[in-house]
Every structure is written in structure tokens, then in C-alpha cells.
């Protein structure tokens, strides 16, 4: 990515130029923009949790493997429901397992599991149904859910173990024991909300576990590399050291594999890409795979795309998919066809979508005596002259999508006569753009050249999306083992997958923006809040609105609804008062029955305000300098602990739709109360800080250490 900026503004950039612009503002949309740092106090425990969690997934593996024996058995005994209903259990516990996936390239097996699934979907008896697992993966909506058993067999010695207290049935029964002080009940809701948070801090470590065991395939996601866990970009294929995954996932990773698990890390600022650069006036770039976006951009971006014809004509051969049964079906025929061109002396690139197929292609390549380079994240070092070389007579290259964006491979001396480069696809990508891209690397600039896509039914896309449909097809046309079907029909279904793919990652990102429009207002709200202290040349006109603001909320609070000043709840607004502003507001008992709310007020602010003085007079040329250190120290801490809250609500404010009401209305309600009363604790705090914070001076004359006076002695004798 490339960003010009012409004029720097306060809030952003006024006008922008971003190269390979979908990728940016499509591909990479789906996550936010996050400024993270290492947290203050770690809780977590993934280290403590793996055997834990590495035991139920051992169980949960084992359950499966012994459904799909009895599945076996149930099919030739003729008996399909029971066949289709522990089929379908193995699916929902280890959607990958390899004996599973083989089964299902039978007749009739997947359709009969399929509808068993729609069945139960239909009655509302799946949830019922998945509590026969442990744990339950949805590769779809990329999430694992611990069932009832799970929770029973995790907390076999600890049973309080997911017991998570009620907060609110808790803060009651404290009010109402009357032997507690005022500061002994917050000591005890302190230490109550601490257990709350360690609890579910570890129930949350055990969710991302499970995630890292059933989602995060290594060599696929990630690498892991002198001891570090690496991401590997799903769209560039190139490693992105320096960055983690979010929410825990990266040190869960850790745990798995092994390594040192690095500090865990937690969001300081964050906003979403498209919010990001709709801060610019202007937003221009070029690319060549826009136009299957052209209704993103627009909705997204208010961008229209326009459509540049080539310089010269594209006279590329593109050949429809080949499609297998199954995968090691297809890399025997990806082999046979490399084989074929190699021997025409043509160049190949081969296309892959992960590391681990490029390092198996590249085994297959070094048995049958083809010479070869490979190109992924482990050896992106060795891009530039890996890729200088590609387009050399008869040379082969396997890659991962690094050499299928933005690469343009030169062809070597003789290539144009010998049909150009050849690309093969080892796999259809989840987004059609990427598929293209990768085409692209062959007939450039009028060149000759082709491409052809080697697909299976076991293929992620494919399994998840596609393969039901084209599986009926190959049972009708009766496909032998390592035959392939190809047919412009069935390009076009997985075109269609594809585009399926690419609507349910743009709803994913529309609903990300929905989502940060609510906290975009909040995130403007608070960076001006700083600005105006880092810009704002009277510090103290900050601060006498936050002492404003505090005293407003402390006398509404303890005079609400009651008339009379002998009503109100004098002993708390005092014991308040001088917690916050360090300072006894010296009320008798007679003078209290002479107040109004606006009178006292009025007399707390100006002692407030006397004292902050004397605060000036103490710091002296310090004083601004410590107002604003204090200041943004405590909005920076509130407002990553509200993302942190933030990021709660929205996991679990899904569930809301089960009760008909509409998540994102629940969640903009809930996110304004806490962003309120945020705002209002962090007025509070600022101002507690200010009375209470002292600056420590280094004595000027420092006594010298007793043996470097005894070196000054001998040196002076």
C-alpha cells in the first residue's frame, strides 16, 4: 500500500493515492485497523490450560473417529438415518477429519447428511443435537462453542470452574448489609468484579485454545520460525512478522505449538479500514480485479469503477477447471501436467493457496526428477531472484499467491515461440479477484501464454460451498477414480460458490462498519477530548470542567429526589468529596440547612478551585506538563478498557437475535450506557488525580558513596 498524502490535516489526511486498492480497501477490510500494547496486568493462563484443553480435543477426536466406524457400519447394514445422524456429529466436531472427508466422496453420502442438517435446522433441535460433542466448530462462521458435556468434563475437579458470579444479585446483597461501611462495600464489589474478570478471562483463554486447535492450521495461517509464531497474509502468501492475532488467539497459537508465549497484547485504538480512509476528501488508485467489486466500492466508497481495455489484446488461453474427486487425485494430475509442459520447455507457475501445498507439490516434483524452485513464506528472501528467473525456458516455479499479485514475470529468450508462460491453479481461491490475479502473471503485454485450474471436492471452498451439487453431477456422468470432469457448466458453479463466498465476506464487512459507525462517534468524542488538552493553551479551563462535572454528578446523586437539605445523603457527598478532591469541605451541621444545590455547588467549586491554585503555585513551569501527563494517562486507560468492554458486548450481543431483537439496535443502546458511564469515571479520576499526584525532587548536594570518597583521598595523597 501506497498513501501520498498532500496536505496534512488535524484529524487525517486531506487527499490519498492507494496502489492495489481492492486489496487494501476489500481484502483487508475485514479486520480492523488496531494500535495495540502490551497490557499493564496479564491474565492469562494459556499455558496452565493446554493440558487441559489438548485432553478434551484428544477425546473429542477419538468420539468422532469411533461415529464414523459406526457410521460405517450403519451404511452397509442399510441403516442411513442413523448412518446421516453420526455423520453429521463428526462434521460438526472435526469438520476436517480425514476419514470423514473420505467417506463423504461416496454417492449420495454428503446429500444424505445435508438434509438430516436442514431437517434439525428447520425444528430448532441442532443445539440439542450438538450437545452429544464436547465441542462444537463452525468453520463457517470460523467459531467453537464448548457444550454442557465439554463443560462437565473440563471441570471435573473444579466444579465452580465456569460458575461465573452475578455481579448484580452480588452489589445487592452487599447494599443491603447494613454492618458494612461505605468503603468496605467497595472494597468488597472490587474484590467481587475481580473474580468476575479472572473468570472469564480464563473461560475466554479456553475458547481461543480450542480455536487454535480446530481452526489455525499451521503452515496454512501460520508458520512458525526460530520459535515464533508468524502469520502467514491469506492473500499475498508473504509473512507478516511484527503483527498478532487479536483477542488471544496469537498466544493460544503459542501454547499449541509449544513456543514462548510473548506478552499478551491488548487494543489501544482501533477503527476499521473503510472509516479509516473515508477520513480523506479524495480516494483514487488503480488495479487490475476492481470490477467484480464495483458494487463494494460504490456502496462502501461512493467509488465508481472504471474499466481501462488493455494496452494490447490478451490472447491468454484460459482452459476450464479440472476437476477430482479428491485432493491427492488432483496433485497427481497438477504433476502429470507439469510434466507435460516441462517437457515442451515451456515455463509453469504453479499457484497455491498455503505453504504446506506448495511443500508437498515440491515433494511430489523432486520424486519424479523435475527441478524446481519454490516460492512461500519461508523463503521470501529469495523473491526477487526466484521470480527474475520464473519465466525461463522450461523452468518451474511453485508459489504461493506472493508471485500472483503485482509480479510481472519476464519471459525468457525463446519462451514467445513455445506458447509463453503456463499457470496452473492448485485451488480456487475464496475470492475471484485472486483467482484473476494469479491468471494475470501469464499473457501480459500481448504475450502468449495459459492458465488452468486443478480443483477437488475436498477443497476448502469447494466442501464448504460448492461440492454437494457437483458431486450429483460426477455421480450422473459416473467419474472413475483419477478422472476428471471439465465443463464451462461446472466453472460456472464454482464461479457461483465463489461469488456466494464474496457476498457473506461483504456482508462480514458491512456489518463490521455498522458496528464501528456506533464507536466511530465515541472515538471522535474522545480524541477531541485529547486534543483539547494537548492544544488548548489554558490548562486549567480543562480541568475546572472536569471538577464542573464531577460535582455535578456528586450532588445529583446524592440529593436526587428529595426537596428538603435535611434529606439529603450528607455523610456520602462528604466522604466522596474528599476522596475526589482530597479535601474537607468543613460543613457543620447548621450550615447545612442553609444550602441549595446551586449554593453548594457553587461553594464546593470554589474551594475546588482554590486548591487547584495552590496545586499551580506547587508544580510551578511543571504544571502543564503534569496536568496533561495525568490527563491523557487516565483517557488512554479508560478508553482501552472500554474497547476491551466493547469487544465483550459485541461477541455475545449476537445472541440477542434469539429474543427477536436486533443485535446491532441492542448493541448501540448498550455501548452509549458504558460509554457514558465511562465518560463519567474517567472525569472522576482525572480530577482525583490531579488533587493527589505529587512531583519527587532529586536533592541537589546527593551524599557521595563512602568508597568514593576513599578513592578522592588516595588520589589527592
Not at 453429521?88 to 444424505?112: C, D, T
Not at 487425485?329 to 507435460?340: G, L, M, S
Not at 447548621?590 to 444550602?595: E, I, L, M
Request: aromatic share 8%.
Amino acid at each position: 500500500m501506497v498513501i501520498e498524502p498532500e496536505q496534512k490535516v488535524q484529524r487525517g489526511f486531506n487527499y490519498a493515492i492507494v496502489d492495489e486498492v481492492d486489496s487494501v480497501l476489500i481484502d483487508e477490510a475485514r479486520t480492523p485497523l488496531i494500535i495495540s500494547g502490551p497490557v499493564e496486568v496479564s491474565l492469562q493462563q494459556y499455558k496452565e490450560l493446554k493440558p487441559l484443553v489438548s485432553r478434551v480435543v484428544k477425546l473429542q477426536n477419538r468420539y468422532v473417529n469411533g461415529l464414523i466406524t459406526e457410521a460405517m457400519k450403519d451404511l452397509e447394514e442399510g441403516n442411513e438415518r442413523e448412518a446421516a445422524g453420526k455423520l453429521l456429529l463428526a462434521q460438526r466436531g472435526a469438520p476436517k477429519n480425514k476419514r470423514l472427508l473420505k467417506l463423504y466422496r461416496e454417492k449420495g453420502i454428503k446429500v444424505l447428511v445435508e438434509n438430516l442438517e436442514n431437517e434439525l435446522i428447520r425444528d430448532k433441535n441442532l443445539p440439542q443435537f450438538d450437545e452429544q460433542l464436547y465441542y462444537v466448530i463452525d468453520e463457517k462462521g470460523n467459531t467453537v462453542s464448548i457444550t454442557d458435556k465439554g463443560r462437565e468434563e473440563m471441570s471435573k475437579n473444579n466444579p465452580s470452574f465456569f460458575t461465573v458470579p452475578d455481579l448484580s444479585e452480588k452489589f445487592q446483597k452487599i447494599d443491603e448489609d447494613e454492618k458494612l461501611s461505605s468503603r468496605e462495600k467497595a472494597v468488597s464489589k472490587d474484590a467481587i468484579q475481580r473474580d468476575y474478570a479472572e473468570k472469564n478471562e480464563k473461560i475466554h483463554n479456553i475458547h481461543q485454545l480450542l480455536k487454535a486447535y480446530s481452526l489455525f492450521e499451521r503452515d496454512s495461517e501460520y508458520i512458525v520460525k526460530d520459535g515464533k509464531v508468524i502469520i502467514v497474509d491469506e492473500f499475498t502468501g508473504r509473512i507478516m512478522p511484527g503483527r498478532r492475532f487479536s483477542e488471544g488467539i496469537h498466544e493460544a497459537i503459542e501454547a499449541k505449538e509449544g513456543v514462548k508465549i510473548e506478552q499478551e497484547t491488548q487494543t489501544l485504538a482501533t477503527i476499521t479500514l473503510q472509516n479509516f480512509f473515508r477520513m480523506y476528501d479524495k480516494l483514487a488508485g488503480m488495479t487490475g480485479t476492481a470490477e467484480t467489486e464495483a458494487a463494494e466500492f460504490w456502496e462502501i466508497y461512493k467509488l465508481d469503477v472504471i474499466v481501462v481495455p488493455t494496452n494490447r489484446p490478451v490472447i491468454r488461453d484460459d482452459s476450464s477447471d479440472m476437476i477430482y474427486r479428491t485432493r491427492i487425485e488432483k496433485y497427481r494430475a497438477i504433476i502429470e501436467e507439469i510434466k507435460r509442459q516441462h517437457e515442451k520447455g515451456r515455463p509453469v507457475l504453479v499457484g497455491t493457496i498455503t505453504v504446506e501445498v506448495s511443500e508437498q507439490l515440491s515433494r511430489m516434483l523432486k520424486r519424479a526428477g523435475i527441478s524446481h524452485s519454490v516460492l512461500n513464506a519461508k523463503y521470501h528472501q529469495k523473491e526477487a531472484e526466484i521470480i527474475s528467473h520464473a519465466g525461463g525456458k522450461g523452468n518451474v516455479t511453485i508459489s504461493t499467491n506472493m508471485a500472483g499479485r503485482g509480479t510481472d514475470i519476464k519471459l525468457g529468450e525463446g519462451v514467445k515461440e513455445l506458447e509463453g508462460l503456463h499457470v496452473i491453479g492448485t485451488e480456487r481461491h475464496e475470492s475471484r479477484r485472486i483467482d484473476r490475479q494469479l491468471r494475470g502473471r501469464s499473457g501480459r503485454q500481448g504475450d502468449p501464454g495459459s492458465s488452468i485450474f486443478f480443483i477437488s471436492l475436498e477443497d476448502d471452498l469447494m466442501r464448504l460451498f460448492a461440492s454437494d451439487r457437483i458431486a450429483s453431477a460426477m455421480d450422473r456422468i459416473g467419474v472413475k477414480e483419477n478422472e476428471a470432469i471439465t465443463h464451462p457448466l461446472i466453472t460456472k458453479a464454482i464461479e457461483n460458490a465463489q461469488k456466494r463466498v464474496e457476498r457473506y465476506n461483504f456482508d462480514i464487512r458491512k456489518r463490521l462498519i455498522d458496528y464501528d459507525d456506533v464507536m466511530n462517534k465515541q472515538r471522535e468524542a474522545i480524541y477531541a477530548m485529547r486534543d483539547e488538552v494537548l492544544y488548548n493553551k489554558n490548562p486549567d479551563e480543562f480541568i475546572l470542567g472536569k471538577i464542573e462535572n464531577v460535582l455535578n454528578d456528586m450532588i445529583e446523586k446524592y440529593t436526587e429526589n428529595r426537596k428538603y437539605p435535611e434529606d439529603w445523603d450528607w455523610d456520602n457527598l462528604i466522604v466522596n468529596y474528599i476522596n475526589d478532591f482530597l479535601d474537607d469541605p468543613q460543613i457543620t451541621e447548621k450550615d447545612k440547612a442553609n444550602f441549595t444545590k446551586e449554593s453548594l455547588f457553587d461553594y464546593l467549586f470554589n474551594r475546588a478551585k482554590e486548591n487547584l491554585g495552590l496545586k499551580r503555585e506547587e508544580f510551578g513551569e511543571m504544571y502543564e506538563k503534569v496536568m496533561k501527563f495525568v490527563v491523557l494517562q487516565t483517557i488512554d486507560l479508560k478508553w482501552r478498557d472500554h474497547l476491551y468492554e466493547l469487544d465483550a458486548l459485541k461477541e455475545g450481543i449476537g445472541l440477542r437475535g434469539y429474543a427477536q431483537r436486533d443485535p446491532l439496535v441492542e448493541y448501540k443502546k448498550e455501548s452509549y450506557m458504558m460509554f457514558e458511564n465511562m465518560v463519567i469515571n474517567m472525569d472522576e479520576e482525572i480530577v482525583a488525580k490531579m488533587f493527589r499526584v505529587q512531583i519527587r525532587r532529586e536533592p541537589q548536594n546527593k551524599p557521595e558513596h563512602k568508597k568514593v570518597k576513599e578513592r578522592k583521598k588516595i588520589k589527592r595523597a
